[in-house]
């Protein structure tokens, strides 16, 4: 008799642990909803991005779509003195192309111009003003970033979104 009262006994046990344990798994995903939603919500209204700030994402553009300017002859520019480092450095740069997009209005404006090396000497400038801002460290390991920038600042000479990359063949730090 007492071993049946025991199977009785663990038996309700049993059955009401399943029952509390359901009450509670129903309770917690219940709150991890409403926490899910919240969490969403917060990042709606923020508008998180999870790129560097400031960076947009450029469209792809076929390149069918594209028209290329070569930058003639090599730009030799002085780079900043590193802190302690008074020896003169420069950056050679060799091979620079502007990449076009035909397809965006600017291009009708400009594009025939800078294709004619009209603007030359402005976006050689452009180059030069942003390269001349960074010492010879940053050129040699970052120079993907300064490439960047200086995609932004030929951009922000035309105010038009038709210049579409700068690309540099050939670069030597001295």
Not at 46 to 75: C, H, I, R, Y
Not at 155 to 174: C, E, H, M, T, W
């Given at each position: 008799?007492?071993?049946?009262?025991?199977s009785?006994?663990?038996l309700?046990l049993?059955?009401v642990?399943v029952i509390?344990?359901?009450?509670m798994?129903f309770?917690?995903?219940?709150?991890n909803?409403?926490?899910?939603?919240?969490?969403n919500?917060v990042?709606?209204i923020l508008?998180l991005?999870?790129?560097?700030?400031?960076t947009?994402e450029?469209?792809?553009v076929p390149?069918?779509?594209?028209a290329?300017?070569?930058?003639?002859g090599?730009?030799?520019?002085?780079?900043?003195n590193?802190?302690?480092?008074?020896?003169?450095?420069?950056?050679?740069?060799?091979?620079?192309?502007?990449?076009?997009?035909?397809?965006e209005?600017?291009?009708k404006?400009?594009?025939e111009d800078?294709?004619?090396?009209?603007?030359?000497?402005?976006i050689?400038?452009?180059?030069?003003?942003?390269?001349?801002?960074?010492?010879?460290?940053?050129c040699?390991?970052?120079f993907?970033?300064?490439?960047?920038?200086?995609?932004?600042s030929v951009k922000?000479?035309f105010?038009?979104d038709?210049?579409?990359?700068?690309?540099i063949s050939n670069?030597?730090v001295q």
């Amino acid at each position: 008799m007492k071993k049946n009262l025991l199977s009785v006994l663990v038996l309700a046990l049993v059955l009401v642990n399943v029952i509390l344990s359901a009450v509670m798994m129903f309770s917690v995903l219940s709150t991890n909803k409403k926490t899910a939603a919240l969490v969403n919500s917060v990042t709606s209204i923020l508008n998180l991005e999870l790129d560097k700030p400031g960076t947009e994402e450029q469209q792809e553009v076929p390149m069918s779509d594209l028209a290329f300017w070569n930058l003639e002859g090599k730009m030799t520019i002085p780079l900043a003195n590193e802190e302690g480092d008074e020896k003169p450095h420069y950056l050679v740069l060799e091979g620079i192309a502007i990449s076009m997009n035909t397809k965006e209005k600017g291009y009708k404006t400009y594009g025939e111009d800078v294709a004619a090396g009209s603007y030359a000497s402005v976006i050689k400038d452009a180059i030069s003003s942003v390269v001349s801002g960074h010492t010879i460290e940053e050129c040699s390991n970052n120079f993907e970033e300064i490439r960047d920038e200086i995609l932004e600042s030929v951009k922000a000479l035309f105010d038009k979104d038709f210049i579409y990359g700068v690309a540099i063949s050939n670069r030597q730090v001295q």
